[in-house]
C-alpha cells in the first residue's frame, strides 16, 4: 500500500478545504520570513553605514534626526552649523578626524552631498570608472545611481533643490560625472558626491564665476593649504555646514566630548550606536505585534488542519476499516494521517517562504531610494530553515488526535456498522 499516494488523494479531495488552511499557514510563515529578512539585513546594512562614525554633530534638534540624514541619508537634516564653530571642534585634543557634509540638492531624488575625499575613504569605496572630483562641479555617482539614471563618465546633468525629488532646478550649475563607484551595498551607493564647494556655488550665484574661472593651480593650492588638508576650504571658513561626522581620538572623548558640544557651543553631538539602538528598541514593539499576529495566523491554521483531519477521519472509518481488512497495519493507517498533516505543513512552509520573499521584493521594487532599495529580496538566511522545522511542528500536533484514532480503528465494529 502507498501511503503517501493515499494521503495526497485525501488531501485533494477537498481543495477548498486544503487550500484555505494552507493559505492561513502561509500568511502566518510569510509575515515571519519578511520580519526576518528585513530586521536581518537593516540592523546589518545600518551597522555597515555607521561604521567608523563615532560621533555625528548637527544644528540643534533630534538626535536621531541628524543621525538619520548625516549617517543613512533618510531624514531632513535638522539644519546647518558654522563652519567655525565646525574648525574650531576639529583641532580639539579629544578628535582625531572630522568629515564636513553639506546637503540641500538632489537629483532624481538622490542625494547631492558635499564632502571631501576622506568620506570616499571612510566607506573605502572602488572605482568601477573615472576618479575623484578635483574641481567645483564635478561629482562622484554611487552604483545604484548611475544604473538608474543612466548616466557615466563624462555626461552632465542639473541638480535639484532640496532633499526630495519634485523642487525647482538649479539650471545655472550642471554637474559634471568624473567617477561612478563599484557596488558596496552602503548608503554610498544611492549618493551623488561632490566637493563643499559645489554645494555652496549651487546656491551662490554671486561667487559661482569667481570660484569655476579660478586657474587649475591656484584650485590646488587652495586644496592642498594646511586649512584644506582638514576638509575645511582655507577661503569658505564664513560658510556653513550641515553636519560632520567625527572620530575620537581616545575612548575618554566618548564621555568628554559629546556633554561638551551640547552644552557649551550652538550644536548638537549624537552617537550613532546609541540612538539606532533605541531606534531598533521602538521598532521592536511593531516588530513584536506583526510576529504576534503571524503566530496566531499559524495557530488558527494548525486548528483548521486538526479540524480538517479529524472531520475527514469520521467521514473515511468504512474506508480505513477496508484497509484493514485487506492487509493494512494499525501503524500504516497512523503513518498516513500524519503524511497528510506533514505535506500540508510542508507545502505552507515552501509557499510562505516564497510568498515572504516576493512581497520583499515587490518593496524594494516600490522604493527607489532609501534603505529598503537596498534589501536583497532573494537572500536566503539559514533561519527561515527554522520556519520549515516549526511548520512541520504544527503539523505533527495538528495530526496527532487524529492519527490516533486511525490507528485504533476496529475492522469488525466498522464494518457492522455498514
Known sequence: ???????????????????????????????????????????????????????????????????????????????????????????????????????????????????????????????????????????????????????????????????????????????????????????????VMTSLESVWLTHDEEENTELVEESDAEHQAKFHSPVAKTGFPKTEIDRDVTALLVQYRSPMAAVQLPRMINSATSMQAASPTFEMSRLFELLGVGVSLLQGLAFVLIAISGLGIFIALYNSLKERKYDLAILRAIGASGLQLLMMVFLEGIILTTLGAIFGIILGHSFLALLVFQNDQGVAASLQPWVFLKQELWIVVYALLVGIAASLIPAWTAYQTSIAKQLTKA
Not at 576639529?90 to 538632489?106: E, F, M
Not at 568620506?119 to 578635483?134: C, K, M, P, R, S
Open 1 to 191: 500500500m502507498n501511503v503517501f499516494k493515499l494521503s495526497w488523494k485525501y488531501l485533494t479531495f477537498k481543495p477548498l478545504s486544503t487550500g484555505l488552511n494552507l493559505l492561513l499557514l502561509a500568511l502566518g510563515l510569510a509575515i515571519i520570513t519578511v520580519l526576518l529578512l528585513i530586521q536581518n539585513q537593516v540592523e546589518k546594512k545600518m551597522t555597515q553605514d555607521a561604521e567608523g562614525i563615532d560621533l555625528v554633530v548637527g544644528a540643534k534638534g533630534s538626535p536621531l534626526q541628524i543621525i538619520l540624514s548625516a549617517v543613512y541619508h533618510i531624514d531632513f537634516p535638522t539644519g546647518n552649523i558654522p563652519m567655525k564653530e565646525a574648525m574650531r571642534l576639529n583641532q580639539s585634543r579629544l578628535v582625531k578626524s572630522t568629515i564636513p557634509l553639506a546637503l540641500g540638492d538632489n537629483y532624481q531624488g538622490y542625494r547631492v552631498v558635499g564632502t571631501n575625499h576622506d568620506y570616499l575613504a571612510l566607506h573605502q569605496v572602488n572605482y568601477q570608472e573615472g576618479i575623484a572630483w578635483e574641481k567645483p562641479f564635478e561629482v562622484v555617482l554611487g552604483a545604484t545611481v548611475a544604473r538608474k539614471s543612466g548616466l557615466k563618465v563624462g555626461d552632465s546633468f542639473t541638480g535639484s533643490h532640496g532633499i526630495s525629488e519634485g523642487s525647482h532646478d538649479h539650471e545655472a550649475h550642471d554637474f559634471k560625472v568624473v567617477g561612478v563607484l563599484e557596488p558596496k551595498g552602503t548608503v554610498v551607493d544611492r549618493l
